[in-house]
């Protein structure tokens, strides 16, 4: 498997659907600067095939607040029987290698594992990515939920809030998307949503570039608070 560290010369000349690599987690919180990730699913896969999987409950120390335990079902007693942290991080790295990391709102998912990255004192990555979410915000109406997206898009989702349910269906939501129209070019961009304003974090690599109808929005990367 290709170490993170050896990312192709030329990103931009292999096709986005050769090397892909769909992330979804279940969290403590909104900030991977304060929350910790509970469960992690991965989807390895080239072209329209899933090539490989991962996928743990991850432990926690500390108290699981019970908001989470409502919105996800994943109990502390589950998290007993989770991969302890620094392994389950260590193999998703070596298992996301030198692919296109693929997320439905990625600046959610690359914040949690940066900060995990940087706490556990892992080497340091910029993975390049491609964000779900900001190709729905060029193409759709809003809500662009995932199970919005899911259902405008005619993807069986069968539960949300749990990682491997979502990450499934952000698969086959990349799987539409491209379908629809290539999306290569779209790697690395992210679509903001002007109602929020500018993000505090960016994840490294992004180049924001505008929505319909939307003013350009900063594209510098501030410091995650």
């Not at 290539?182 to 180049?207: I, T």
Request: proline fraction near 11%; charged fraction near 20%; glycine fraction near 6%.
């Amino acid at each position: 498997m290709p170490h993170p560290s050896s990312l192709p010369l030329f990103p931009d000349l292999t096709p986005i659907l050769e090397h892909v690599t769909v992330l979804d987690f279940e969290t403590t919180g909104v900030s991977g600067g304060k929350g910790r990730v509970i469960e992690i699913a991965a989807l390895k896969g080239s072209h329209h095939q899933i090539t490989g999987r991962f996928h743990t409950l991850v432990q926690l120390k500390g108290e699981l607040p019970p908001k989470i335990t409502e919105i996800t079902g994943i109990t502390a007693q589950d998290l007993v029987h989770g991969m302890e942290e620094r392994a389950a991080f260590s193999i998703l790295r070596e298992f996301i290698g030198a692919s296109t990391v693929v997320a439905h709102n990625i600046p959610f998912d690359l914040g949690f594992l940066y900060s995990t990255y940087r706490r556990l004192k892992l080497e340091p990555v910029a993975h390049p990515f491609l964000d779900t979410l900001s190709v729905c915000r060029l193409r759709q109406p809003s809500p662009r939920s995932l199970p919005d997206m899911c259902k405008a898009y005619g993807i069986p989702l069968t539960r949300w809030h749990r990682a491997l349910p979502d990450a499934t269906a952000t698969w086959h939501l990349l799987q539409r998307l491209h379908q629809e129209s290539p999306l290569d070019h779209l790697r690395n961009k992210l679509v903001l949503n002007p109602r929020y304003g500018a993000p505090r974090w960016l994840p490294p690599l992004a180049e924001v570039i505008p929505a319909p109808d939307a003013p350009l929005q900063n594209a510098s990367l501030p410091p995650e608070g």
